[in-house]
């Protein structure tokens, strides 16, 4: 069975310009996660999706950020325009529903120059 | 004060000891706790979850959990240097609340 992928691992992209991260999760994870870790930091949660919804968009940094799941399968997270302050890993997540067994994907590694 | 603390480490100790890693939350409410490895440039993987005060056993791994204390360890038994990673602490709540996590160095 297929992890949560994500694409692309690694994006180095000039300050002003737009990034776009993809999440496969699990296949039948009705859950799906955003985290982000920053340089130095803990890895902090950005959102949540139960299947196409928006469960919980508190941790979103700022409105520079949009995440969609259209069809409650994969899910795009886009930053635009990028900041040099939004460099770091961004990480998918997903699990069942009332499932606290939550898998990670391998990240996104995002710079911003 | 941080949700989750812990000490970033790094922890170091010869191949086959015990390995002690220490975790503090602020939310007396919390009710699901977690320990993740996870290796440099990888993703996290979870190892052990814990609900209960006590003690939960998985193979090398044992999990402790004190709520009166809001306190919760992993020991890993036998330690491999395989085993050297970065443990990461956390609580669910409406998502996953993670410590910065403590750098484990198992010195063949």
């Known amino acids: 069975e297929a992890g949560v992928t994500q694409f692309p691992s690694h994006s180095v992209i000039e300050k002003g310009q737009t990034v776009t991260l993809r999440c496969d999760p699990i296949s039948g994870h009705d859950n799906l996660y955003w985290y982000r870790r920053v340089m130095g930091k803990e890895i902090k949660f950005l959102l949540h999706f139960v299947k196409e919804s928006k469960q919980d968009e508190s941790g979103m940094p700022n409105n520079r950020f949009l995440a969609e799941r259209t069809g409650g399968t994969y899910s795009t997270l886009k930053v635009q325009p990028a900041e040099l302050e939004d460099s770091g890993v961004y990480f998918c997540?997903?699990?069942?529903?009332?499932?606290?067994?939550?898998?990670f994907g391998e990240g996104s590694w995002l710079t911003v120059v | 004060q941080k949700e989750v603390e812990q000490n970033s480490g790094p922890l170091s100790v010869p191949e086959g000891a015990i390995a002690s890693l220490n975790c503090t939350y602020s939310?007396?409410?919390?009710?699901?706790f977690f320990w993740y490895r996870q290796y440099s440039g990888k993703s996290p993987e979870l190892i052990m979850s814990i609900y209960s005060n006590g003690d939960k056993e998985d193979g090398r791994f044992t999990a402790q959990l004190n709520k009166a204390s809001q306190y919760v360890s992993l020991l890993i038994r036998d330690s491999q240097p395989s085993d050297s990673a970065t443990y990461l602490c956390a609580l669910l709540r409406r998502a996953l609340t993670f410590g910065s996590g403590t750098r484990l160095q198992v010195q063949p």
């Open positions: 939310d007396r409410g919390s009710q699901s």
């Open positions: 997540a997903s699990s069942q529903v009332s499932r606290n067994t939550i898998y």
